[in-house]
């Protein structure tokens, strides 16, 4: 409740080198703690070729319950994300790497993570019409409490995705 958030992008292109930088910031009362965050992010593309990534971190958290009354969990952490694509003619295909972490469990000795490796690919079939579709790879831990109230975890998948984006 009572939140802003602002942000800002810059997009050029300097003879044929693409240029892409973004900023954000958040600020929001919660029923318990003020939450921030911030983020950044950067893609550089040339002949074909586009690198990127984007960092975030949010901090003085909100804390949840437990089903018993305690604290349990905090938003405060961070996250980060790289990637590289390649597209020509009506093709692209493009590799990503993802991870994040937060403060965790309270009285946990361990904080919750999440990895995630995606490749994807788009074919245009004609102005404003793609293919597009993606396989991904996860793995999410975390340790559970000292307590034995909170049980840990470790969560491991992989899926795939498709469908047909339209541009108008």
Known sequence: RNGVAVGGNFTEDFNGFGVQLSLGWLGAQTSDEDLSAANAGAQFSFAGFSVGGAYV???????????????????EGYGWTAGAAYETG?????????????????????????QQANIS?????????????????YDQ????????EIAGF???GWGFASGIKLGF
């Open 57 to 75: 971190k949010a901090w003085d958290g909100t804390q949840s319950t437990d089903a018993t009354g305690n604290e349990a969990r905090t938003a």
């Open 90 to 114: 009506p093709y692209k295909i493009g590799l990503t790497y993802q991870y994040g972490e937060n403060e965790g469990i309270k009285g946990s000795s361990g904080k919750p993570e999440l």
């Open 121 to 137: 690919g788009t074919y245009q079939f004609g102005p404003g019409v793609r293919l597009v579709g993606g396989f991904f790879a």
């Open 141 to 148: 831990q975390t340790q559970g409490r000292s307590d034995g």
């Open 154 to 156: 470790d969560n491991k």
